[in-house]
């Protein structure tokens, strides 16, 4: 249904925008949601913390005049409950028939959607290049980019096209012309924000070796091949190749201060090698990515920072609050990064988690191939990213 096909509560129901809910999350409160979706998307996707409790009852079995006790029992009564559901309007009508019924709640504004257009921007103060960089964080999707700014001049690395006018905004404020607009790859997990920033006058940046996937877009945008280097004031971002998790991946040395590894190497796991090739590619992709780890990441200085382009629950934030960590910490506590090729590739093929949603037709987006409108390419994106290796089997003890 759609939410302006849904009753109107009889009684006034409170909101709760998204930010207010995620500070609550983030300050420890105790929270209980009462999420309203279809169960496979719940299942797929919800709001999750150490102080959550989730419940999921679909929105349908509110919709008879008399709601059975069976549905109501799962419902505490003893405290606020917030409603949601994809958009808020099926929300409004759960909560308004529950506070009709006496119940403490309210319902969040705009729905997982709301949720899914958070997006905060976070200093790297262990980060001591020229200049100054913020980490870019989704919660609901664990994307995270980077803004590297230094004499009026800023560079943005694996932006995200739902984020565009953001990033613009956030230099203005900042005072500094956004120069360049990086991809690590050609993404499947979230549609890139480089096309859409270069046509308002930043100079996009794709790697030189993901072209060949089939990139319709490559003569309009800069090409990055391993060792260019661009320079944002008095800092200096090179371009190391380090493919495995496609053919193209690239990651970005900021400053030698930072490695943007993309979706190589995350603070909680490496990459899944199977989203380029399939099942049947992938144990020579991550053969790729073991030499990769091997030879251009490890061996930078110990501590020489690793930002991913992703990170999952059960990634843990440094001190500044980002999800960052030196690479002599992940060798410490990732078993995988010291483990012989033949071992690392089997690990990382055993227990692989389920594919993005709608991955192939992300890519295809990405690559051009594909075109979406705005409201498109937002809804192809949300839910989990998956664009890891499965993190239980990776993590030390």
Known sequence: ??????????????????ETLKA????????TLLDARMSADYEEWRIDGETVTSINVPYFQFLEDEIDDAVLEQIPDDREVTVLCAKGGASEFVAGSLAERGYDVHHLEDGMNGWASIYEAVEVTD?????TLLQYQRPSSGCLGYLLYDDGEAAIVDPLRAFTDRYLSDAADLGVDLEYALDTHVHADHISGVRDLDEEGVEGVIPAAAVDRGVTYADELTTAEDGDTFQVGNATIEVVYTPGHTTGMTSYLVDDSLLATGDGLFVESVARPDLEEGDEGAPDAARMLYESLQERVLALPDDTLVGGAHYSDA??????GTYTAPIGGLVDEMDALTMQAGDFVDLILSDMPPRPSNYEEIIATNLGQNAVDDDEAFTLELGPNNCAASQESLAGD
């Not at 990634?315 to 500044?320: G, M, Y």
Request: a negative charge; hydrophobic letters at 30%.
């Open 1 to 18: 249904m759609n939410a302006e096909d849904f009753p109107t509560p009889d009684v006034d129901v409170e909101s709760i925008d998204p």
């Open 24 to 31: 609550r999350i983030d300050d420890g409160e105790d929270v």
């Open 127 to 131: 980060y001591d290049g020229a200049g």
């Open 315 to 320: 990634a843990e934030p440094a001190e500044d």
